[in-house]
């Protein structure tokens, strides 16, 4: 079955347990930037007051950046994870332009560049273990499991305490689904990485396949009426083109009849 992560952003004191775990297991340089980057696969972002949450890869079911990717260098797995095969990126940073969170980043300043992201620490995941971050967290506020089992401990949260969380799972159907779950006790419009995705229901690898098997037809009309124009405009220049011969040859031939001392008065 598919992996998870349940975040509750309720829960979150903003410790940073979660970056320090990943950064080690993962051999990251530390950093004093607090955004996503090739050294910070996972950061936790300040909302307002005591309001903390985790801002990390989403691992969408249906990974736009995996459809984007056009060496295959990035693969959502069985177990739920979206990963990166680094031999294989060409630098080509699709998958940064596709993906609906923003999260891929791109190591600019390395001679040999690839993208970087969170794996949701596969390597442990498939030997057993869990997520660096998920273990390292003091308070719960980001648990790790099967993704249906995950579910199910978010509505019981929601169910039993009806006055503290918004009654939304964000993640069971957002861009059709993510193995990243978080629920809340403040709106998710206000959470930025997320909102921007709150009213999306659909895969987008089939939303944009849609909108892609439709170039042909465009293609097609638009080839008719360019053509179109271009005959439209080529005619306007040879009808302009024969106007000014026909003018040019009547005076030709209205010069030729004119009687020799005219012609001389004329000149």
């Known amino acids: 079955m598919s992996k998870g992560i349940l975040v509750d952003i309720s829960l979150c004191i903003g410790c940073e347990s979660c970056m320090e775990a990943c950064r080690t297991a993962n051999g990251l340089k530390p950093t004093s930037q607090r ?13 307002e007051g005591d309001v903390y949450y985790r801002h990390a890869c989403m691992h969408c079911e249906h990974a736009t ?7 295959a260098a990035l ?5 739920g994870p979206v990963i990166w095969h680094a031999e294989k990126c060409m630098g080509c940073r699709y998958c940064l332009q596709a993906c609906p969170f923003q999260i891929p980043t791109y190591e600019w300043h390395n001679p040999v560049p ?8 596969y390597d442990r995941i498939v030997a057993g273990g ?10 719960g506020a980001i648990l790790f499991g099967e993704r249906e089992d995950l579910i199910a401990e978010a509505q019981r949260r929601l169910r039993e305490e009806p006055g503290k969380y918004v009654q939304h799972i964000y993640g069971v159907r957002e861009v059709g689904g993510t193995s990243l779950l978080y629920i809340s006790h403040v709106p998710f419009e206000k959470i930025p990485f997320l909102a921007r995705n709150l009213s999306v ?4 690898p089939e939303l944009t396949w849609r909108v892609l098997s439709k170039i042909p037809n465009l ?4 080839g008719v009426f360019l053509f179109g124009v271009y005959w439209i405009i080529n ?4 009808l302009e083109r024969m106007a000014k011969e026909n003018q040019l040859e009547a005076k030709e031939d209205f010069i030729e009849e004119l009687p020799p001392e005219q012609l001389d008065s004329e000149e």
Request: proline content about 9%; glycine content about 4%; aromatic content about 4%.
């Open 201 to 204: 229901q659909e895969p987008l």
């Open 130 to 139: 869990q997520p660096a971050c998920t273990e390292a967290c003091p308070t």
């Open 219 to 222: 293609v097609g009309f638009g």
């Open 65 to 71: 950046c995996v459809s984007a990717c056009p060496v």
């Open 35 to 47: 955004r996503l980057s090739p050294d910070n696969y996972v950061i936790v972002e300040n909302l």
């Open 235 to 238: 005619r306007r220049i040879k």
């Open 75 to 79: 693969e959502k797995t069985e177990l």
């Open 114 to 121: 690839s993208v970087r992201k969170c794996t949701m620490c």
